[in-house]
């Protein structure tokens, strides 16, 4: 089971990036998933979930009304499209899948998890 996250790369401040989050070895059309980042020397942070089929999204409120997370189960992979970055988005990305229908802000609600994905934004 594995889930691949790409999309990362450094761009400037206003700009906007798209992660991919695609699974294999396993579906998760029936499992939340969510994205978490890490920036340099802080603590994982939730930033968006999803639920099994995407009729429920929750997003952390610094990045409500920025990013929109979706998904589409025909092809196991999930999205994070995020627009208005700003250096305070720089970090590591993370997608992972629950074992739970609903997305959840909890970390450990997760037990797959992807390698990550740099973001880096320029002022």
């Known amino acids: 089971v594995q889930?691949?996250?790409?999309?990362?790369?450094?761009?400037?401040a206003g700009g906007s990036l798209r992660l991919s989050c695609a699974a294999s070895g396993r579906t998760f059309s029936n499992s939340g998933m969510g994205w978490f980042r890490q920036a340099p020397g802080k603590g994982r942070e939730f930033v968006a979930a999803?639920?099994?089929?995407?009729?429920?999204t929750y997003y952390a409120d610094s990045v409500k009304g920025r990013y929109t997370i979706s998904r589409?189960?025909?092809?196991?992979?999930m999205y994070l499209q995020m627009n208005t970055l700003k250096p305070e988005d720089t970090a590591v990305y993370y997608c992972a899948a629950a074992l739970?229908?609903?997305?959840a802000?909890?970390?450990?609600?997760?037990?797959?998890?992807?390698?990550?994905?740099?973001?880096?934004?320029?002022s």
Do not use: E
């Open 50 to 56: 999803i639920s099994w089929n995407g009729g429920n």
């Open 100 to 103: 739970t229908a609903v997305g």
């Open 105 to 122: 802000t909890d970390p450990r609600r997760y037990i797959y998890w992807g390698q990550g994905t740099l973001v880096t934004i320029s």
């Open 72 to 77: 589409d189960n025909a092809k196991n992979t």
């Open 3 to 12: 889930l691949q996250a790409s999309g990362g790369g450094l761009v400037q």
